[in-house]
């Protein structure tokens, strides 16, 4: 039996080491295609761009399961739902769910910050139909309708530079059964 003490601290240590995830090739979906993550109140439904699947993958390209994830917002211009889910735990396909359930817009490019098992991953802009002209109020209403029209970049969902046809159909699914958080 003497010999397995060993062979376990290098296996251990086999472990540890390529316990490293690949910033290229994991994804924040739909993030990485808007440049930026959507929030938005929860209530009555999560819009689905408020839905964010993180995969983190390895360098050579494989899911990493058991991956804790968190997405932390920088600045105090978000305002959090309590239905928000901000950590998670990899799966076997290395996904962790989170939930964006907020309102605001923080136009700082490291406006949120997403790290998995403690190394950053992704930062990005934060928009959401939740906005006013001055801040989010946990309710989509007619004063962020207002303010959608003005033509704002923190309603430019897409960071496209433009408020336009695509934003129009994330603001509308936040409008039409308003959208609100306690
Ligand atoms: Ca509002
Ligand atoms: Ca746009």
């Known amino acids: 039996m003497k010999p397995l003490l060993p062979a376990l601290a290098i296996l251990a240590l086999a472990v540890s080491t390529s316990f490293s995830q690949s910033v290229v090739n994991s994804s924040v979906i739909p993030c990485d ?7 938005c109140p929860d209530m009555p439904n999560p819009i689905p761009a408020t839905k964010v699947t993180v995969v983190v993958r390895d360098a050579g390209n494989n899911p990493m399961p058991n991956v804790p994830v968190n997405l932390g917002f920088g600045s105090g211009a978000i305002n959090v739902c309590p239905g928000a889910i901000l950590s998670g735990v990899t799966n076997a396909n290395g996904e962790a769910f989170l939930l964006l359930a907020a309102g605001g817009c923080d136009q700082n490019p490291s406006a949120a910050k997403i790290v998995a098992n403690g190394i950053p991953l992704r930062t990005f802009v934060v ?4 906005f006013d002209g001055a801040g989010g109020d946990k309710a989509v209403n007619l ?5 959608f029209s003005s033509g704002v970049p923190c309603h430019d969902y ?6 336009g046809l695509s934003d129009l159909i994330v603001f509308a699914q936040a409008f039409v059964n308003p959208a609100w958080c306690p």
Do not use: E, H, R
Not at 33 to 39: K, N, P, R, T
Not at 143 to 147: E, I, K, M, V
């Open 33 to 39: 295609a808007l440049g930026g993550v959507i929030v």
């Open 127 to 130: 928009k959401s139909p939740d």
């Open 143 to 147: 004063a962020d309708l207002a303010s």
């Open 158 to 163: 897409d960071n496209n530079g433009t408020v």
